[in-house]
C-alpha cells in the first residue's frame, strides 16, 4: 500500500507557474511509475504528465508538452509537477498517481494504469 500526500497548487494568473509535490509513504514508491491527472469541473479526469521508475522516460499530454515539467526524487519519495506559462484552461483539480507496478517499462496515460491515487489539489488560473 503506497500512501500519497500532495501539496502546492492554488491561485496564480496567467502566465505564472505553480509546483506540484506529491509525497509517498508506506510503499515502493521507488519502483513504480508516476503519473498525474487533472479534473476540471463536468469533464473526465484526464492524463497530464507521467514518469518512469528510474526517471528515464517522460510522457506528456499535448495541452501541456513544453510548459510542464514532471520529475521525482526517489531519496525523498517525492514527485513534482513544475508547471509554468499556466493558461486558464489548466484550472482543475491535480492528481498525483503511482501505478503499482514494479519496475513497469510501461509510462500510462490512462487512470485504469495506475493504482493508488493523492487526495487532489485545487490549481485555478485566471485570466
Known amino acids: 500500500q503506497v500512501y500519497l500526500v500532495q501539496s502546492g497548487g492554488g491561485s496564480v494568473q496567467a502566465g505564472g507557474s505553480l509546483r506540484l509535490s506529491c509525497a509517498a509513504a508506506g510503499g515502493s514508491f521507488s519502483r513504480y511509475a508516476m503519473g498525474w491527472f487533472r479534473q476540471a469541473p463536468g469533464k473526465e479526469r484526464e492524463f497530464v504528465a507521467a514518469i518512469s521508475w528510474n526517471g528515464v522516460s517522460t510522457s506528456y499530454a499535448d495541452s501541456v508538452k513544453g510548459r510542464f515539467t514532471i520529475s521525482r526524487d526517489n531519496a525523498k519519495n517525492t514527485a513534482l509537477l513544475q508547471m509554468n506559462s499556466l493558461k486558464p484552461e489548466d484550472t482543475a483539480v491535480y492528481y498525483c498517481?503511482?501505478?503499482?507496478?514494479?519496475?513497469?517499462?510501461?509510462?500510462?496515460?490512462?487512470?485504469?494504469?495506475?493504482?493508488?491515487w493523492g487526495q487532489g489539489t485545487q490549481v485555478t488560473v485566471s485570466s
Open positions: 498517481a503511482a501505478d503499482g507496478v514494479d519496475y513497469s517499462l510501461v509510462v500510462g496515460a490512462t487512470t485504469t494504469e495506475y493504482e493508488y
